[in-house]
C-alpha cells in the first residue's frame, strides 16, 4: 500500500497561486488519487482558537487566532446586559481590566427585563451572608492608602450591585501613582444606587466630574463627607443638592475651592439637613452660613463652624434660626466679636441648645458669655476652651444665668482664679454632676473666708488637671463643699499633699468609684490607706502612676479592703515583689487591669504571683520592669493567653532564649542581629500558640496586632 505524505515542509511551492480550497483536509480535494491510495498527514498540536490555514508562497501560515477581545465595547456591552446573573457578571469582571470597567459602567436599568428577576434573587441571598459580616443590615466599605483605587473601586460596585449595591463607602487616602478619579466614582454610582454614605478624605484627583457622577446615581445619599478634597468646587457640591434632596449630614473640611455658592444650592435644595460641620474652608462666608441655616431652620440639630473668615452676622443667624440646634461647636473664629456672641444669645432662638463649646473665640467676653448663657435657658454641657479674655465676673454671671448647667469643663483660660471657680461651683444651681479645670494657670491657693454654705449635693465628678496653684487650700473647700463625690481626677498637682485630700475623704459620704492621682507625688501611703478602709467597698479604679512615695504597704491595704476594684495603676512607685504577692494573696481582689510599668523592684519572683493574678487579668503592663527577666516572660506569655501584655524589652533580650529561637523560625533569611525594632504580638488559639511579628528593618515597617494580643517593642 503506497502511503502519500503531505506534510508540507514549506521549502517547494505548492501551490504558488495561494489556497484553492478553504480547508485543505477536504476530502474531495483527493478524490483523484483513488481507493488504494492511503492520505497521510502528521499529527499537529491542536490550536486553542481554531483558525484556517493558508498556503503561501513558502509555507503556511496560521492567520492571528480570533478573540472575543476584537469586539468593540458596544458589542460586549451588550453581551454583559444579557448575561443571566450576578455570579456571571462577577466572574466575567475577573477576565481583564477591560471587561471590568465596562461592566461597572453598567445601570440596573440597563440589563435586559428577564435579567432583573434574577438579580432580585440574588440580593435576597448575598443580603442574608452580608448582613452576618457587616452585623448592620447595611454593606460598607472601606480603602485607605494604597487600596483606594479605580479598579478597586470598580470591582467593588460589580461585586456588591448582586448585593443591591453599598450603603456606605469610605475612601481616605489615595494610591500616589494611580489614586481614585472620577472612573472609579462613576462605577460606584453606576454599580450602587442605594448608597447613603460617601466619606471621600485626601483625595487631591477626585474633582467636581466624579462629585457629579455620584449625584446622577447615588439619589438616596444621607451622608457625605469631603475633607481635603482641593479639586472639588461649588459645581459639585450644586450637582450633589440638586440630585441628592434627602441629604441629611454634610462634613466639608480643608475644601478651598467650595464657597458661599455651594452653600446656598444645599441649603436651597436640601431641606433636611439635620448636621452641618464646616471647617478650614476660607471661601465659606456668611451668606452660605446664613442660607444653610436659615432653610433648616427646623430640623438642624448639629452644628460645627471652625476655622472660617464669617463675622457676627453668622452668629447671629444661629441665634435667631437655631430652633432645633442642640449641639453647637464655634472653634477658631477671629472675626467674631463680643457683639456677635452677644447677638447669638439676645436673639432668644437656641431654647434646644444643650451642649455648647467653644475654643479659640477672642469674642468670649464677659458680657457676651453672659448673653449666651441667659438665651440657652435648657443648656447642660459647656465647654470653653482657649479663651483669653473670659474672667471671673464673666464666668460666675454665665453660672447665675445658666441654671440647667450639669457639666461645665474649662480649659486654659488663664483669667480663671480661684473665685471664679468656686463661685461658678456654688451659682450653677442644684443640677451640676461634673466640673472640669485643665491648664488654667489663673488658679492660685488663696485663703478665702466663706461663709457657711449650703454644700453642692449634686456634683458627683471632680477633674483637675495640670494646674500647678491647685493645692490643698483648695481641695479642703472642696471637700466641704462636694460632699457626693463619687469620680475624682486629681492628676499633675505636685502641691497637693496628705492633708489636703484626706479632707476629701473625710468629707465624701457617697463613697468613691474612680480616683486617679497620677503625678502628686506627695501623696504617700496614708492617703491610700484611708481611702481603702473608707472606700474599698465602692472603689473600682485607681491610678497612682508616678506616687513615688506609694510603697507596699498601699498594696497590702488594697488587697486587704477593696472588693470592687477591677483597674489598678501603679506605676512608677516603690512598690516591690512583696506587694504583688500580697495581692495575690488576697480572696476577694479580681484585678483585670493591672499596670506596674518602671517598677524596677519588680523581679522574677513575682512570677508566680503574676500567675496567680493572671486568673482574671485581661491586660497587664510591665514596661520598663527591667528586673524581669526574659524567661519570666516567656512564662507569663503561655500562661496569660486571655491577657494582653505590654512591656519593652532591649534587643540583648530579644537575642536571648526562648524569644531568640522563635524569631529565628519566623525570620530564617534575617538575622536576629540585623533586626533594628521589632515589635511582636502573640495570639492564641485552642490548638496553638502562634507568633506574629511585624520588623522594622532598615525603615520598612510593618503594622497591626489587635485586641487579645502581647505586644512587644523596643524603646
Known sequence: MEVIDFGFPGENDFCPGGPIYTNPKEPSLFLSLGLPVDVFFPSRKRSRISAPFVFSEERFEQKKQASIEVLPDECLFEIFRRLPGGEERSACACVSKRWLILLSGICRDELCSQNRSAVKNTEVKSKIEDEEIEGDGCLSRSLEGKKATDIRLAAIAVRTANCGGLGKLFIRGSNSSRGVTKVGLRAIARGCPSLKVLSLWNLPSVGDEGLSEIANGCHML???????????????????????????????????????????????????????????????????????????????????????????????????????????????????????????????????????????????????LEAVGKGCPNLKQFCLHKCAFLSDNGLVSFAKAAETLESLQLEECHRITQFGFFGSLLNCGANLKAISLVNCFGIRDLKLDLPELSPCTSLRSLSIRNCPGFGDGSLALLGNLCPQLRNVELSGLQGVTDAGFLSVLENCEAGLVKVNLSGCINLSDKVVSVMTEQHGWTLEMLNLDGCRRITDASLVAIAENCFLLYDLDVSKCATTDSGIAAMARSKQLCLQVLSVSGCSMISDKSLPALVKLGQTLLGLNLQHCNAISSSTVGILVERLWRCDILLVLSLGVLSSAPWHSRLAEAFREVPVSNLSIIRVGVTTTSQSLRLLLAVQLFGLFGEGFGRGSKLYSLP
Not at 248 to 256: A, G, I, Y
Not at 258 to 278: D, R
Open 222 to 368: 444621607e451622608k457625605l463627607d469631603l475633607s481635603q478634597c482641593p479639586a472639588i468646587t461649588d459645581k459639585g457640591l450644586l450637582a450633589i443638592a440638586k440630585n441628592c434632596s434627602n441629604l441629611t449630614d454634610l462634613v466639608l473640611e480643608s475644601c478651598p475651592n467650595i464657597g458661599n455658592e455651594g452653600l446656598q444650592a444645599v441649603g436651597q435644595y436640601c431641606t433636611n439637613l439635620k448636621s452641618i460641620s464646616i471647617t478650614n474652608c476660607p471661601g465659606v462666608g456668611d451668606q452660605g452660613i446664613a442660607a444653610l441655616v436659615s432653610s433648616a431652620s427646623n430640623v438642624l440639630t448639629k452644628l460645627k463652624l471652625q476655622s472660617l473668615n464669617i463675622t457676627d452676622v453668622s452668629l447671629a443667624v444661629v441665634g435667631h434660626y437655631g430652633k432645633a440646634v442642640t449641639d453647637l461647636v464655634l472653634t477658631s473664629l477671629p472675626n467674631v466679636s463680643e457683639r456677635g456672641f452677644w447677638v447669638m444669645g439676645n436673639a432668644q432662638g437656641l431654647h434646644k441648645l444643650k451642649s455648647l463649646t467653644v475654643t479659640s473665640c477672642l469674642g468670649v467676653t464677659d458680657i457676651g
